[in-house]
């Protein structure tokens, strides 16, 4: 495991305000203008340096309105998709998520940008390990990288306030309901080629669900294809 940070540094030189004012212009034109509204993810989606979180190649595209290349056939989500999720958490400072699919790390950057206690789990060992190296210089310390497969959840850090999944499951896996809080919510991808994003709500008495808007990410991969074979 590799502890990693709570706020971060972006561009250095004279780059750095041109990067500020593309991420002030992303947050206006792409998050806020679709109906984002939680202050502690706009804060964040302004701090966290998203273009350290790209292939140098695709640098310059960092605040475009795309998802982008991240190496080993894997994405970084839109910035839209990344402010959405995470206001859909409904989480804040000191509050603890397990997220499935690390990837370049800005998911969890941004998280715990917001003072989030987050505990990342990825798949393939190159992006695992580039992300914790990167998250631990960039100097996010609340943000704890795991290299493996991420069906199975972090148990011991279990219950989370809420669980992110960035790679998409045909059927939602049961180890990750069971490590939510009561009140929690699970924000993931479900579906083959046609997909939801969808909020999965722990309740006293069990789990409630609601579907979003449709998206298309990655397939899930590891144990879960086993389980839906």
């Not at 958490?89 to 940008?113: F, M």
């Not at 003072?115 to 998250?135: D, F, M, Q, S």
């Amino acid at each position: 495991m590799v502890a990693c940070g709570a706020s971060g540094k972006g561009g250095t030189g004279k780059r750095a305000s041109e990067w500020a004012k593309q991420r002030d212009s992303m947050v206006r034109e792409q998050i806020e203008a679709r109906g984002v509204r939680d202050p502690k993810v706009l804060a964040a989606m302004r701090l966290v340096p998203r273009e350290q979180f790209v292939p140098p190649s695709v640098r310059d595209h960092a605040y475009a309105d795309r998802p982008l290349p991240i190496g080993d056939g894997q994405t970084i989500s839109q910035p839209y998709i990344v402010a959405l999720m995470t206001e859909l958490l409904e989480v804040g400072p000191g509050d603890k998520v397990l997220e499935i699919g690390t990837g370049s790390g800005y998911q969890g950057a941004v998280l715990g940008a917001m003072g989030v206690n987050v505990y990342t789990i990825e798949i393939r060992p190159t992006l695992c390990h580039e992300a914790a190296k990167r998250l631990e210089r960039l100097g996010y310390t609340r943000v704890h990288v795991r290299c493996g497969d991420g069906y199975g959840g972090w148990p011991d850090e279990a219950p989370f306030d809420g669980i992110i999944v960035t790679a998409a499951p045909e059927k939602i896996p049961a180890p990750l309901l069971a490590q939510l809080k009561v009140g929690g919510h699970m924000v993931i991808p479900v579906g083959a080629f046609y997909q939801e994003l969808k909020v999965i709500t722990r309740t006293p008495t069990g789990f409630t669900q609601k579907s979003v808007v449709p998206v298309r990410f990655v397939p899930m991969t590891g144990e879960i294809e086993h389980q839906q074979g």
